[in-house]
């Protein structure tokens, strides 16, 4: 008897999604954890090299900057090579640069390495997140892209209970910090050789037999493509001058918005944690840093559970919406209770972590396949150059204007990202991700029966 066909989007989750599933997860868990042990290192790195404000704040915001670079330019570089090339050769550069990080001897190395870890990173922000996206069932998806953040946030704790421990170590436990990022970034580069193509970018490239191949391998014999052969009037859309045609500009505009508001933050609040904590007068107070790491983590779990009862444009809106007043909220009680201080930062630390999972949810719903790479670059690299403009300027702000003032614009960011999302979020739920990156879709006025406008329909089984 012959296995009824399905098509990818439809297929049942096997242990092949899973080792995608968990080459994304180590990525990000590098990525949280080599963001996270900067913070504990600047403690100790920055009293020992004598940085002043400028160098903290840009040995703080370094690998956010390379992240800038490496989203724009691997992730347009994986629409025209590819995604699996990338997602391999980017670990090795992100592994050797960890390593060299031991062996610095002034502020301007450290800043290098961490830009080349940054690079890396950024190409796997597109590459990771695409390759996963591509992979995965429609039932599956944004739960598999959301555990990314949650992941991420678990490498981004760790490395705080590292940092408190190698702390003890003596002068040089900075150097100790940032060399324990090699381990994980290790084993993911071995885990990562063999990783097959994204049948999804073959098929855009013309290379229908090898996706076919690759489909029943990797996911089973009776599962289809189910995609559409790439039209010239896809070649029409490729790089970035695409994103913004008039098709797409609205896309790439909301996704670049919604993440940039979000992040910045995030980012430049949590880089410099400790310093934040000691303003409010929690001088060295480890219950009150461990309290805050944990709710992150509990955030980012809770998120997932969000993702799955609510729509996107109402997560997205409802989760702007309290984290814009709980900032707010504490830059009128800076000097008041801290007990009231403490809980309206741990407000906004849990549903900062939960809206984190729609930063990797929402990017990869947006784009075609044929530009998906790009897309998701150009979101992260819009984010990411805001997110280190915004941790560069932190602790300027905070030894100018005071914690008050700080929180203050940090939430008037965040209230940016609310308006942007009334007017511009769409609604991707539920939809395979052939449907879900249809650039005319906005909520409310898709139905199932719409032609996807960038690709002819000849379904590849």
């Excluded at 370094?62 to 629409?79: E, K, M, Q, T, Y």
């Excluded at 997602?87 to 990080?101: C, G, P």
């Excluded at 209770?337 to 930063?359: K, R």
Aim: a positive charge; hydrophobic letters at 50%; charged letters at 15%.
């Amino acid at each position: 008897m012959n296995e009824q066909k399905i098509t990818m989007d439809d297929a049942p989750f096997n242990k092949f999604h899973f080792r995608i599933a968990g080459l994304t997860f180590g990525s990000s868990f590098c990525d949280g954890y080599s963001l996270g042990i900067i913070a504990m290192a600047l403690t100790v790195l920055g009293p020992q090299l004598e940085l002043n404000a400028m160098w903290t704040g840009l040995i703080g915001s370094s690998a956010l900057i390379g992240l800038f670079g490496g989203a724009l330019v691997l992730g347009r570089l994986s629409d025209r090579i590819g995604r699996q090339k990338i997602f391999l050769v980017n670990f090795l550069l992100i592994t050797i640069a960890t390593i060299l990080q031991f062996f610095v001897s002034g502020p301007e190395e450290l800043f290098i390495l961490r830009l080349l870890i940054g690079f890396g990173l950024g190409g796997d922000y597109a590459v990771g997140t695409t390759l996963l996206a591509e992979f995965s069932p429609k039932k599956y998806r944004s739960s598999l892209l959301a555990s990314i953040n949650v992941v991420w946030t678990l490498g981004y704790v760790a490395s705080n209970f590292v940092g408190h421990y190698l702390g003890q170590v003596g002068s040089d436990s900075w150097r100790w910090m940032l060399v324990s990022a090699a381990i994980p970034a290790i084993v993911v580069l071995i885990l990562r050789i063999g990783t097959p193509e994204s049948p999804r970018w073959l098929v855009s490239m013309g290379r229908v037999e090898e996706a076919r191949q690759i489909v029943k391998k990797h996911l089973g014999s009776n599962v289809e493509m189910g995609e559409t052969i790439t039209g010239t009037e896809n070649q029409k859309i490729l790089g970035f001058r695409g994103l913004f045609s008039k098709k797409l500009r609205k896309r790439t505009a909301f996704g670049g918005i919604f993440k940039l508001t979000l992040v910045i933050p995030y980012f430049a609040i949590y880089t410099f944690l400790p310093s934040i904590l000691s303003t409010m007068g929690f001088e060295q107070n480890f219950f009150a840093d461990t309290m805050l790491n944990l709710f992150l983590l509990v955030g980012a779990i809770f998120g997932l559970w969000l993702l799955a009862k609510f729509s996107r444009r109402g997560f997205t809106i409802g989760a702007f919406t309290i984290l814009t007043v709980s900032l707010f909220s504490l830059s009128f009680l800076h000097n008041g209770s801290q007990f009231l201080m403490l809980i309206a930062f741990l407000i906004f630390t849990f549903f900062m972590s939960a809206a984190s999972n729609l930063t990797l949810v929402y990017p990869a719903e947006l784009f075609p396949t044929e530009i998906r790479g790009s897309g998701i670059g150009m979101v992260t690299a819009i984010s990411r150059i805001g997110s280190a403009i915004g941790t560069f300027l932190l602790p300027v702000s905070l030894s100018s204007f005071g914690l008050s003032a700080s929180m203050a614009g940090m939430a008037a960011i965040l209230l940016i990202g609310l308006i942007v999302s009334i007017a511009w979020a769409p609604e991707t739920k539920n939809l395979s991700l052939h449907e879900a990156s249809d650039p005319l879709l906005e909520a409310g006025n898709f139905s199932k029966g719409t032609d996807i406008p960038f690709t002819e329909n000849k379904k590849i089984t």
